[in-house]
């Protein structure tokens, strides 16, 4: 059977025949976007919070803008982005390429802003803004809104990396003013996301800060089993036209500890085999795959400060069995109780562990434990 043989495992956006399940999430995200209620998806890194959201839009066929904020600078990147963003879909409401331009041109022509098009894509010129990005952010956007009202029209707003807001200096203006739009309108959908669960906690659950309790929000947990097994087991019998054992799927699952990512990346190496893969060939797979990311993987533990690279090491070591924060645990690594809770901390604020359900830490990389449990 010919197949594409990087179709069905992405190791980047997870979309059409390749999204699996999250119907609860996709349920709740959909209610929210036909009410339009701001919304907040949050999960660990590489969970599929992206895909989960284009995957809901695309299937909605809404027209919406994707911002991505991970490579802002500061607040007038920021403003540039979200117009380029608000052009882009004013422009995707017209039928001809002729009408979305003369409403491109309308719009922004009272806003004294210049743009031109790259691509049937419109860029913003801001080379002497004469206001502040978040008095421009929130005049453009009640006009967007009053726009698409007049339109009887829905577009949707999605902010990717959205916690790199919080990290530019007179961020909370232009906090303030996404508040007052997202609050107020029935026309324009908010949805946010990012890579970092703690700031955007801030962001959002401090209540000295714009956003607080704006957001609907949805958490992302790893998906069930029960979900995952006939998704994968239909993948593989459409390649060789076999299943493949039960052992085989437990194998997958177990070894990933059903992380979404590295779900995908050990089925899309799997793919490529001659034969279908048994637990033999899955072990030796993710070993190989190991091998391979060893060095990335210690680099980055590197960035770390010293404490909190010993901790995250004992952890994938030891922390199966004993908890980290046990005085066994710390006998055994010769922390104090103070390093030890202060390195703990840091390591979940910065998404390397995570409270499960019995409020336990466990690593939230299966990898990282991986590596130091057996190379």
Not at 70 to 85: C, D, H, M, P, Y
Not at 263 to 278: I, R
Not at 313 to 326: D, F, R, T
């Amino acid at each position: 059977m010919a197949l594409e043989n990087n179709v069905f495992f992405p190791q980047g956006l997870a979309l059409g025949e390749n999204f699996c399940n999250r119907a609860t999430e996709r349920s709740v995200l959909i209610e929210n976007i036909n009410s339009a209620r701001p919304t907040l998806v949050m999960s660990p890194r590489r969970y599929g919070k992206t895909s989960l959201v284009r995957h809901v839009l695309d299937n909605l066929k809404f027209p919406f803008s994707h911002l991505d904020l991970f490579s802002e600078l500061n607040e007038l990147e920021v403003q540039n982005t979200i117009l380029n963003a608000v052009g882009d879909a004013l422009y995707s409401l017209e039928s001809t390429p002729k009408k979305a331009l003369k409403s491109v041109t309308e719009f922004f022509a009272d806003l004294t802003v210049s743009f031109k098009f790259i691509n049937a894509q419109v860029s913003i010129d801001f080379a002497k803004p004469k206001k502040t990005p978040a008095k421009t952010i929130l005049e453009t956007l009640k006009k967007l809104d009053d726009t698409l009202k007049s339109k009887k029209k829905k577009i949707v707003l999605f902010f990717d990396e959205f916690q790199r807001l919080s990290q530019i200096a007179e961020s909370a203006a232009i906090e303030g003013a996404l508040r007052h739009i997202a609050q107020e309108s029935k026309h324009i959908v908010f949805i946010f996301s990012g890579s970092h669960r703690n700031l955007l906690s801030t962001m959002f659950d401090d209540r000295t800060k714009p956003l607080y309790k704006l957001c609907d929000r949805i958490t992302l947990d790893r998906i069930n089993q029960a979900d995952y097994l006939p998704f994968i087991q239909g993948k593989f019998k459409r390649k060789w036209e076999s299943p493949i054992s039960e052992n085989a799927m437990e194998s997958i699952l177990t070894i990933t500890e059903r992380h979404p990512y590295y779900v995908n990346v050990l089925c899309h190496k799997l793919w490529f085999l001659a034969e279908l893969p048994t637990e033999k060939d899955i072990e030796k797979t993710w070993h190989s795959y190991a091998l391979d990311e060893k060095t990335n993987v210690i680099n980055e533990i590197g960035l770390l400060s010293l404490n909190q690279a010993k901790m995250l090491i004992a952890i994938a070591k030891y922390g199966e069995k004993i908890s980290p924060m046990s005085k066994e645990f710390i006998s055994l690594t010769k922390f104090s109780l103070s390093s030890a809770s202060q390195s703990v901390k840091a390591l979940e604020k910065k998404d390397y562990l995570m409270l499960n359900a019995k409020n336990e830490y466990k690593l939230v990389d299966p990898l990282i434990k991986y590596i130091f449990q057996q190379l």
